[in-house]
């Protein structure tokens, strides 16, 4: 699975060319102030905004979404991307206008310039995927298609979401995947098709629905050996066996997830199917009394299972010592609290030790690597959580696969604006 079906930026020349770069630089954004809080997405994209040094550079990206705190304009973003890069950037306060064209028109070998928001247009989230006639009359594609040699995505953490900026260019030139989302997949890849076992999943955190998608997959089609749970799908899991976990635990899972009857069936169908290569806690501290208790203990109806005990740790460990490749997302506990931390620290630990291939996924699992200071030590880090599960669960991605239908229109173009 080397090879990859669409194009990528090594099957052009972009130097004197309009380039359409479209990436995912979707930030935490202070509330009260508008400031960016984490530049780390921005970062991202160094890699394949230097290669397109010699190109006329247009940047698109989205902020949020509509009614939210941090639905915003790209201004800021501009500053910060060009104080990363040690190069001006110029921001235009519009997508698809005249003031946008007639930059874009504008331009000059090495120039870059960043639009508007894309989410600030309803066109471009509105259209349903398999309205693509729609989708390319937009405003957005019909004043921006006639601009650009080539249109680089590089959105991977957007890439299962179906909106126009992402997809809406298949006829108008080469589409291209550009140097992250290449090297996502190419990871993501390398993991999932990997010869060496064992090859084992730890999964945690709150999205519950995600963890029984991608665990549902992973062992239908023995992709791992083994998958060890923490988080709220553990307990999901530990509920569906006929453990009691409380009150508390139970409304926690029911009033969060609206399917949550549909959840538990599948879970049950693992276990039913798979039960020998599913790994659960054996013990647990509690929230707020910070207490240990063993699974088969009373789990007191005004309590959350906050953490995995010590007996979970080093059962976990051992798996983890073996393993040959490890796809970890989500931590396995409420590790914002010191009293609840050990469980995801001790375990994201063994993962640092571990000498096989290791793919982080998540947010919340890269913002505890960044707490416990593991970063470091991981092969590669995604930048996508919804994306990462879609992919590995092997659902169809709709930009991947307008990449790939694009190649197939595009196959033989080299330039051509």
Same mark, same amino acid.
């Given at each position: 699975m080397d090879g990859l079906p669409f194009f990528t930026m090594d099957d052009f020349d972009f130097n004197n060319s309009y380039v359409y770069l479209r990436i995912d630089i979707n930030s935490p954004i202070n509330p009260i102030t508008g400031e960016i809080m984490d530049n780390s997405r921005l970062k991202s994209?160094?890699?394949?905004?230097?290669?397109?040094?010699?190109?006329?550079?247009?940047?698109?990206?989205h902020q949020g979404r509509p009614g939210e705190s941090d639905f915003i304009s790209l201004d800021r973003h501009a500053k910060y991307l060009s104080n990363i890069l040690n190069k001006e950037i110029e921001f235009i306060d519009s997508l698809f206008?005249?003031?946008?064209?007639?930059?874009?028109?504008?331009?000059?070998?090495?120039?870059?310039?960043?639009?508007?928001?894309?989410?600030?247009?309803?066109?471009?989230?509105?259209?349903?995927?398999?309205k693509f006639e729609i989708m390319e009359n937009t405003n957005i594609i019909r004043n921006l298609s006639g601009l650009f040699n080539y249109y680089i995505i590089d959105a991977f953490g957007t890439i299962h979401r179906p909106q126009t900026s992402l997809m809406?260019?298949?006829?108008?030139?080469?589409?291209?995947?550009?140097?992250?989302?290449?090297?996502?997949?190419?990871?993501?890849?390398?993991?999932?098709?990997?010869?060496?076992?064992?090859?084992?999943?730890?999964?945690?955190?709150?999205?519950?629905?995600?963890?029984?998608?991608?665990?549902?997959?992973?062992?239908?089609?023995?992709?791992?050996?083994?998958?060890?749970?923490?988080?709220?799908?553990?307990?999901?899991?530990?509920?569906?066996?006929?453990?009691?976990?409380?009150?508390?635990?139970?409304?926690?899972?029911?009033?969060?997830?609206?399917?949550?009857?549909?959840?538990?069936?599948?879970a049950r169908y693992i276990l039913n199917k798979f039960g020998d290569k599913i790994i659960?806690?054996?013990?647990?501290?509690?929230?707020? #009394?910070? =207490?240990? *208790?063993? $699974? +088969? !203990?009373?789990?007191?109806?005004?309590?959350?299972?906050?953490?995995?005990?010590?007996?979970?740790?080093?059962?976990?460990?051992?798996?983890?010592? #073996?393993? =040959?490749? *490890?796809? $970890? +997302? !989500?931590?396995?506990?409420?590790?914002e609290i010191s009293a609840y931390s050990l469980g995801t620290r001790e375990i994201l630990n063994a993962v640092a030790m571990n000498r096989g291939v290791k793919l982080i996924g998540g947010g919340h699992t890269l913002s505890a690597l960044n707490k416990f200071e593991l970063s470091k030590y991981m092969d590669y880090i995604s930048t996508g959580g919804g994306a990462l599960i879609n992919y590995l669960s092997g659902d169809s991605i709709p930009v991947i696969d307008t990449l790939i239908e694009n190649k197939k229109i595009f196959g033989g173009v080299k330039n051509g604006r």
């Open positions: 994209y160094t890699k394949t905004i230097e290669e397109l040094s010699n190109s006329r550079l247009v940047i698109t990206a206008g005249h003031n946008a064209r007639d930059a874009i028109n504008k331009m000059k070998s090495g120039d870059i310039i960043m639009l508007e928001n894309t989410r600030f247009y309803s066109e471009e989230i509105a259209i349903s995927p398999d809406g260019f298949k006829k108008s030139g080469p589409m291209i995947a550009g140097r992250l989302m290449e090297r996502e997949i190419k990871m993501i890849n390398k993991f999932k098709y990997s010869d060496l076992r064992p090859k084992i999943a730890i999964l945690g955190g709150s999205k519950i629905s995600d963890a029984i998608k991608v665990s549902k997959s992973l062992l239908e089609n023995n992709v791992v050996d083994y998958i060890l749970y923490g988080g709220v799908i553990a307990n999901v899991f530990i509920w569906v066996k006929g453990h009691d976990i409380g009150k508390k635990n139970r409304d926690f899972i029911m009033n969060n997830n609206k399917n949550y009857e549909n959840i538990m069936e599948i659960l806690p054996d013990d647990f501290i509690l929230n707020p #009394s910070e =207490k240990h *208790i063993n $699974i +088969n !203990g009373n789990i007191p109806d005004t309590e959350l299972l906050a953490d995995i005990g010590m007996d979970s740790i080093l059962k976990f460990e051992e798996y983890i010592k #073996s393993a =040959k490749n *490890i796809f $970890i +997302n !989500g931590p396995l506990g409420m590790y």
